[in-house]
């Protein structure tokens, strides 16, 4: 009542009868606002208003330093502050300095939890001030400390409205770009709490925030990669799932970009994995934006962005990580590769088993939970080698190979294919011929030895096409077919490979062939001394042919069709010989010196292939 009345005769009275009688008013009001009625503290709050409006900033040093000073000590002066500040907002910057001082303690850290949802709008010029002392202390060890910074946090960005979530997001932005750990960790997690209770519209922000999040996957501490990882969850969480596919593009941006940025910290050679997509259920996020792009995206060309988007992931994902997902994985892109889409989903679906050099462990690391897909995928793999579509036959070609890891009975499919091959035209049979090549590579050891003989001579009969795949295909098959077989089929095929056809191609073929087998069989092909010889009188053989002419000009190699394709296969056959034998070079470098000089290049860049003295000089003009 009294709190009634005074307000009503606050209302009455003039600025001057208010200013003479201020000294007597203001104790009243600080009164009411630390009143523990919550109706006395509401007319008091009316009151302060009136006051605040006759008198201004005077009547604001005297109440809100008080109310501030008692808020450790009195339960009620922060319920009376928030009546002060839903009157007058504009009196925010004479709270701040005091409730967001560092280092945040969880009792200021609470005070500003329950003033935020009070000021609303009047936050936005003072985001920087409060993220600034809330973020560092959402990672502190004190975990009272923590959670109550981190319930301010949310609380100011929920509080935050239409005009002011580009300055949040500002800020955001610069906290996940701070030098502090404990910063970007602080900064990345409020964007998820944020996007997880915000009533607004924040889908424009979206793809921003998803680059946000998944940029901090390769973040150097622990804690800054999970809470990326947890705010990655929150934001696809904000998105209705028929919306998804809209997003791919995104998604894919931020794995590539963090995927470059993990690559330039390895070793050249090391696998690459992101630190954010090797933690449990570390796909969960993201992998439901992929298999919706898959299913129901709104044209081909975003459901081969997903399905290749697949590919990309696994390919950064640790083994332990994509185990539980396989099966997910698995059956969505088994349907894209069905009748239901045209060809343009399939490469990417394809490739997820075929994830550039991540093919193989995906494999292992899926294995028995691929197994019951093992039927189904063959028959799918096997369909694709006869696509259309080129991109579509390789990468099923390639996809086949790496899939016979997992299949017990390989000698079938070997068969399948040699009939294929045998029966097929143009790309279609050339795909076949990889996907063999990958089979041996993957399960050579499998196959038995009858199987095994057909291959080789499958292949000896394909060095004579008139298809260039065809014959490039063979001659790399059979360098896999001689790491396999035992050493009289090595030593037969080098027998056929070691002869020089009347055309060039066919001879380009040979050699090629035979070099993939001393790459690929060197200890099968190089130690023994009849197959030494083979390779040696076939070298000198093709030198026969290639040295056509005094020179051979190297650098213009493309006008030397009928010469410069036959040097490069012999320099990769003489290559693994010389590693492997002496005696190799002694041969060569005694039958070319007896020949006199062979000036391998112009004066463009001269190379001696033998000097007078039977000796190889690799240099130029300049003696380098």
Request: charged content about 20%; some cysteine; overall charge negative.
């Amino acid at each position: 009542g009294v709190c009634l009345g005074l307000s009503e005769v606050l209302q009455s009275a003039s600025k001057t009868q208010l200013t003479d009688h201020m000294t007597a008013l203001l104790p009243a009001v600080k009164l009411g606002l630390s009143d523990a009625s919550e109706d006395v503290r509401e007319t008091a709050g009316e009151s302060f208003d009136i006051l605040f409006r006759m008198a201004g900033a005077d009547v604001t040093s005297d109440i809100v330093p008080q109310l501030l000073s008692e808020l450790e000590t009195d339960p009620y002066a922060l319920a009376g502050l928030k009546e002060v500040l839903s009157k007058q907002p504009r009196i925010l910057p004479t709270v701040l300095p005091k409730l967001a001082a560092a280092p945040m303690t969880s009792f200021r850290a609470r005070a500003l939890a329950a003033l935020a949802d009070v000021v609303k709008g009047a936050l936005h010029a003072h985001l920087g001030v409060l993220l600034a002392a809330l973020l560092p202390a959402m990672s502190v060890e004190d975990e009272e400390e923590m959670l109550a910074a981190r319930s301010a946090a949310e609380a100011i960005s929920l509080a935050v409205e239409e005009p002011g979530v580009h300055l949040l997001l500002g800020e955001l932005q610069r906290g996940v770009a701070d030098t502090d750990a404990s910063v970007r960790a602080g900064a990345v997690a409020l964007a998820g709490l944020f996007c997880k209770g915000t009533k607004l519209d924040v889908e424009e922000h979206t793809p921003g925030l998803l680059s946000m999040c998944i940029g901090l996957f390769v973040d150097n501490d622990e804690r800054v990669v999970k809470a990326a990882w947890t705010a990655t969850g929150e934001v696809t969480g904000t998105i209705l799932k028929e919306d998804l596919p809209n997003f791919t593009k995104y998604v894919r941006q931020g794995i590539n970009e963090v995927k470059d940025r993990a690559k330039r910290k390895l070793a050249r050679g090391q696998p690459v994995l992101v630190p954010g997509l090797c933690l449990p259920k570390s796909l969960s996020p993201l992998l439901p934006i992929y298999l919706q792009g898959v299913l129901v995206g709104s044209s081909s060309e975003v459901r081969e962005s997903a399905a290749e988007g697949i590919g990309e992931l696994v390919e950064v994902t640790s083994e332990d990580s994509v185990k539980p997902f396989v099966v997910q994985i698995t059956g969505p892109l088994i349907r894209v590769i069905g009748d239901k889409f045209p060809w343009q989903a399939v490469p990417g679906a394809v490739a997820w088993k075929a994830a550039g050099g991540a093919g193989r462990c995906r494999l292992q690391a899926g294995g028995k939970s691929l197994k019951p897909f093992l039927p189904q995928l063959q028959t799918t793999f096997m369909k694709c080698l006869q696509d259309g579509a080129p991109t579509v036959r390789r990468r099923a070609a390639f996809a086949l190979g790496l899939l016979m890891q997992l299949q017990p009975r390989v000698d079938p499919v070997v068969n399948d294919l040699l009939a294929g091959i045998a029966s097929a035209e143009g790309g279609v049979r050339s795909a076949m011929v990889h996907a063999l090549r990958g089979t041996l590579e993957n399960a050579g050891r499998a196959i038995g030895a009858p199987v095994m003989e057909r291959v080789g001579a499958t292949m000896g009969g394909l060095l004579s096409e008139e298809d260039e795949d065809m014959r490039v295909g063979a001659a790399r098959t059979l360098g896999r077919y001689a790491s396999l077989v035992e050493p009289a089929e090595v030593a037969s095929v080098l027998q056929m490979v070691s002869k020089c056809p009347a055309m060039p191609d066919h001879r380009l073929a040979n050699a090629m062939a035979m070099a993939s087998m001393v790459n690929h069989a060197a200890e099968a092909t190089c130690p023994d001394s009849a197959n030494l010889d083979t390779i040696v009188a076939s070298i000198k053989k093709h030198f026969t042919y290639v040295v056509a002419a005094p020179t051979v000009n190297f650098v213009n190699i493309d006008n030397t069709a009928a010469s410069g394709p036959f040097l490069e296969a012999i320099l990769f056959i003489i290559a693994p010989c010389l590693i492997n034998s002496t005696e190799c070079l002694m041969t060569l470098t005694i039958e070319t010196s007896s020949k006199g000089t062979v000036d391998a290049t112009d004066r463009q860049g001269t190379v001696d292939a033998a000097d007078h003295q039977g000796t190889v000089d690799a240099a130029d003009h300049q003696g380098t």
